[in-house]
């Protein structure tokens, strides 16, 4: 059963940082790239940032470029999501998806 757990979010400061972690199983994560997506309230999803699956390879939403970081260790089946310089707007629910699998979502939140 393919299942992907995503953890690590919450309530931070406007300019802090959080770090989500996705861990998968059910699949061979070292063969797949993995993304993050995030869903504000009342807007669509939106990808955040992907990753290869030897994770050469990175790319970001404009919005997110110089302040997150996705990266993975295929020894521990886990993406990540390193979020520095928070802003409200980075508010929203926050999937790990691969393997044409979804998590079930992290709520951030980014408010003073």
């Known amino acids: 059963q393919v299942q992907l757990v995503e953890s690590g979010g919450g309530l931070v400061q406007p300019g802090g940082s959080l770090r989500l972690s996705c861990a998968a199983s059910?699949?061979?994560?070292?063969?797949?790239?993995m993304n993050w997506y995030r869903q504000a309230p009342g807007k669509e999803r939106e990808l955040v940032a992907g990753?290869?699956?030897?994770?050469?390879?990175?790319n970001y939403a404009n919005s997110v470029k110089g302040r997150f970081t996705i990266s993975r260790d295929n020894g521990k089946n886990t993406v990540y999501l390193q979020m520095n310089s928070l802003k409200p707007e980075d508010t929203g629910v926050y999937y790990c998806?691969?393997?044409?699998?979804w998590g079930q979502g992290t709520q951030v939140t980014v408010s003073s």
């Open positions: 998806q691969g393997y044409k699998a």
């Open positions: 059910g699949f061979t994560f070292s063969l797949y790239a």
């Open positions: 990753i290869s699956s030897s994770g050469i390879i990175t």
